[in-house]
Each structure stands twice: as C-alpha cells, then as structure tokens.
C-alpha cells in the first residue's frame, strides 16, 4: 500500500504471522463468512493507521465491495499503574468495568477536591448521586 510509513506484512520472512495477518484474517471472515457489511473496530488512536491499511487492503483484493462499510474508531490511549499502555494481547488487562469503576470513582474524588476548593458548579450530595 502506497503512502504509509510501514508495510503491511501478511507473513514475515520467518514464515511467521502477526498483527496484520490476523486482522487481515477477522476482516476476510466477517466479510465472507458472516456476510457484515458493516465493521466497527474500537481500538487505542494509535492504531488507526493498521487499520486504515487494512481496510484499504481488504477493498483492493476484493474482499470489502462498495456496500461494505469498514471503520476504526481510536480513543485514548488506556495505562496501567506505571504509566504504561496496556497491551491486550499479552493478557495483562483490567476488566472494561472495573476501568469504569475507578474512573468514576477518581472523578468523584476530583469534584469533592473542586468543590472544597470551591472551583466546582456542583454539590457533594449530586456528586454522590451520580
């Protein structure tokens, strides 16, 4: 593919796979086997140039025609304790709720810090309820 820093690697020279061979892999199955016509893939922001490849490739060989409709969608990037991002392939993750549960219960801490200090348009008592 034209215009990308890295190419798209369906097989290394190892013989090997990676990344690319095995969303290459979940795009041709959901297109031609589950019949999709439309993927949404929600991944960390970096991500978006991979799949940006992937999906232009998998229109290129055939795979996706015209009514098929295939998205990233990049969001921040998510970190661990130390600062580092998470890698969810080597399986050292935190469950999406308990990630939701210690966001809201970080963001009520912040609002009460706010409204100590009172830089904050809100009660304690509409902190606690939300």
Not at 27 to 51: C, E, M, N, P, W
Request: aromatic fraction near 6%.
């Amino acid at each position: 593919l034209d215009n990308y820093k890295v190419p798209l690697m369906l097989q290394k020279s190892d013989g090997g796979f990676g990344y690319d061979s095995t969303d290459m892999a979940a795009l041709k199955y959901r297109i031609q086997t589950i019949g999709a016509k439309r993927i949404i893939v929600i991944t960390d922001f970096s991500q978006g140039d991979h799949f940006k490849m992937c999906n232009l490739a998998a229109k290129k060989i055939g795979w996706a025609t015209d009514d098929v409709k295939l998205q990233h969608i990049g969001f921040g990037t998510v970190q661990g304790e130390d600062g580092k991002r998470f890698k969810t392939r080597s399986g050292d993750t935190v469950r999406l709720v308990d990630l939701l549960d210690e966001a809201v219960s970080r963001m009520a801490i912040s609002l009460e810090e706010r409204i100590v200090e009172g830089r904050a348009n809100i009660t304690k008592e509409e902190v606690a309820a939300t």
